[in-house]
């Protein structure tokens, strides 16, 4: 149950209904949040935050969380 999606350079994130994060594709600037920069070919669960809202931009990720806090990872 997917209810938002948002596109970087060269990468992707998925919010799903429960308020799961997933990305895959380019990781060089750690934009996908996983702890490494390794280039990820399937979708990987990004932290463990209940999100309610996503944005990626073109090297960095944000993610608001269901409580108020924002987080962002990448270039910075």
Known sequence: DIVQISSGED????????????GWGDNEYGQLGIGNTDTQYN??????????????GRYHSLALTKDGKLYSWGYN
């Open 11 to 22: 990468y992707s994130l998925v919010l799903t209904k429960d308020g799961k994060l997933y």
């Open 43 to 56: 979708p990987v669960k990004i932290g463990g935050m209940d999100i309610i809202q996503i944005s990626a």
